[in-house]
């Protein structure tokens, strides 16, 4: 079955790189997805990455996938307290199907 | 980029009331709209997919005829929670897919900011 795993809390301080992680199961995922919800908001795209990539970079974001692992990370360097969301991983196999997420990554921001 | 919008944002009943919810995309068509349920602890599970003109296409779990979904134009979903109980609150988000941004490679699902409801 489908099945995307998160940790639920990440502490970094201001200025420093985040590193969010995402375990999936289903290998037919296709495309796999960030999302960012602030506080009392709905649900925004940040980046997604076709299965067939390892990287894809924009500005501040960085998105490595291994394939064979199933784990796929984010990198938001230089934090700021306006990162603060909570972050979610998810998978679909085409972009017209349905999408799992994860549990969300509570990011928290430290001066 | 595409807007969906979510009526009421917040809402409040008592229990053994039905509340209806509503999920428009603004400014493009949506053959096919997506209801999620949001758990305090943050999980964000699909509850159904819901098609226009057709039954909705409700997930493993899910009590379809505890949470009625209408899909009766390209714009409009509606998600019906008939005798709610307290364990029926949550925060409650609809997506609908823009087939269109497919070709532009773009985003193809655009999420609502949710519907908070509360059963008393």
């Known amino acids: 079955g489908e099945d995307v795993e998160q940790s639920l809390f990440l502490s970094v301080r201001e200025g420093d790189s985040s590193v969010i992680n995402c375990t999936y199961t289903?290998?037919?995922?296709?495309?796999l997805y960030w999302y960012k919800q602030e506080p009392g908001a709905g649900l925004q795209l940040l980046t997604y990455i076709f299965s067939n990539m390892d990287m894809k970079q924009d500005q501040r974001l960085t998105v490595l996938l291994n394939k064979k692992d199933k784990h796929l990370s984010l990198r938001i360097a230089d934090t700021q307290t306006g990162d603060s969301a909570i972050y979610f991983c998810?998978?679909?196999?085409?972009?017209?199907?349905?999408?799992?997420f994860g549990s969300g990554t509570r990011l928290s921001i430290r001066p | 980029g595409a807007v969906v919008s979510q009526h009421p944002s917040r809402v409040i009943c008592k229990s053994g009331t039905s509340v209806k919810i509503e999920c428009r995309s603004l400014?493009?068509?949506?053959?096919?709209m997506f209801w999620y349920r949001q758990f305090p602890k943050q999980s964000l599970m699909l509850m159904a997919t819901?098609?226009?003109?057709?039954?909705?296409?409700?997930e493993q779990g899910v009590e379809k005829d505890k949470f009625l979904i209408n899909h009766a134009s390209l714009t409009l979903s509606t998600l019906t929670v008939t005798s709610a109980h307290p364990e029926d609150s949550s925060f409650y988000i609809c997506s609908a897919r823009d087939l269109t941004a497919l070709g532009r490679g773009t985003d193809t699902q655009y999420f609502g900011p949710g519907t908070r409801l509360t059963v008393l």
């Open positions: 289903d290998s037919s995922s296709t495309y």
């Open positions: 400014d493009f068509q949506a053959t096919t």
């Open positions: 819901s098609n226009e003109g057709s039954k909705a296409t409700y």
């Open positions: 998810a998978e679909s196999m085409d972009r017209a199907s349905k999408i799992i």
